[in-house]
């Protein structure tokens, strides 16, 4: 191999490798991201990537006892306490802190839902300190429960940002306002991340550096 020959195919390898190492410190992704729902549509969906879940967010429009459920939505179900509490964690909301059971206090100024958009709540006053959202989920002894999120003084929140209903009497109805419903996440066909393809190219590069190595160590100018 002639010596500019040579000095092309180490930069090339070069090039590649640095490529590979590039393309492998690209995050994936964001683990919780806004989805469209194919029947309540406007990105009603929370896919929470870690998780591996769907949280739906019903319409305003939607109201249904638990035994409709399956008629309407057959490929969900009602969220379970630690599927909700995982959900909270991977929210990354810094001003959402645990104040006691199933209790969750907001900090002042700190617009909650803006990070995710769909992360609903139910305002019972602007500015005021009462309760103001519901958490709905199905505990493991089957029973419902609710989860409530205490916003301070003063904090104001954009319109339509209601997740979820609190139960009322023996038959616990779900709205927007109130209800998480659950369903696995579906399974996309397989495609390489990014941080793959940069480890595969960067593998690549110095598997032809090495061989074109080994062939320089047998050639012999004539």
Not at 140 to 165: E, F, R
Request: hydrophobic fraction near 45%.
């Amino acid at each position: 191999m002639r010596g500019g020959d040579m000095q092309l195919w180490k930069r090339l390898s070069l090039g590649t490798a640095v490529l590979g190492i590039g393309l492998a410190s690209v995050p994936a992704g964001a683990v919780v991201q806004l989805r469209d729902y194919r029947v309540a549509g406007d990105q009603n969906i929370i896919h929470d990537d870690a998780l591996g879940l769907e949280f739906l967010r019903l319409p305003l429009t939607y109201e249904l006892a638990p035994a409709q459920l399956t008629t309407l939505f057959p490929e969900f179900r009602v969220a379970r306490h630690t599927e909700v509490t995982a959900l909270l964690g991977n929210l990354g909301l810094s001003g959402l802190n645990p104040t006691g059971v199933n209790t969750y206090a907001v900090a002042v100024g700190l617009p909650v839902m803006a990070t995710i958009g769909a992360m609903i709540y139910h305002d019972y006053g602007r500015g005021s300190t009462a309760q103001a959202s519901y958490a709905y989920f199905l505990t493991d002894a089957g029973t419902y429960s609710i989860y409530n999120i205490m916003l301070a003084t003063g904090i104001v929140q954009p319109n339509g940002m209601s997740v979820i209903y609190q139960a009322f009497g023996s038959t616990p109805y779900m709205r927007q306002r109130g209800t998480y419903l659950v369903r696995e996440a579906p399974v996309a066909a397989p495609v390489p991340e990014p941080a793959s393809w940069g480890l595969l190219i960067a593998g690549l590069g110095l598997i032809g550096a090495r061989l074109r190595h080994r062939r320089q160590q047998g050639y012999k100018p004539a």
